[in-house]
């Protein structure tokens, strides 16, 4: 059985980092926080204000982007076409002034 997982990258605040490797996408979906079991949660202040990577897109929780706060939830861009139960590679460059996510060919 497939079970959720994520990481959360505290203490990173103004601090660069980059992640990469490599995911199974599990053939169910769990939740909106992690679809078919896989997030990355950036800049998280507990889990109401993140930025999160997942095999759906990026979404915003009550953080700036583009220097402005949007309101709670905000969807920067969004994947399509990754199929579920398939190996994915990622990676996330985090610097202090910008965020890049790659997952698969997206």
Known sequence: MTKPSWISLYYTEGRSFKLTGQVLLAEEEFDE???HGFALY???FGSLHRYEATCLG???K???VEGKLPGEFLFP???EGLKPGSWQEFSVEVRAESISFKVGDR
């Open 33 to 35: 926080d992690q679809p």
């Open 42 to 44: 950036l800049r998280e």
């Open 58 to 60: 990026m979404r915003v």
């Open 62 to 64: 009550r953080r700036q």
């Open 77 to 79: 861009f969004k994947f």
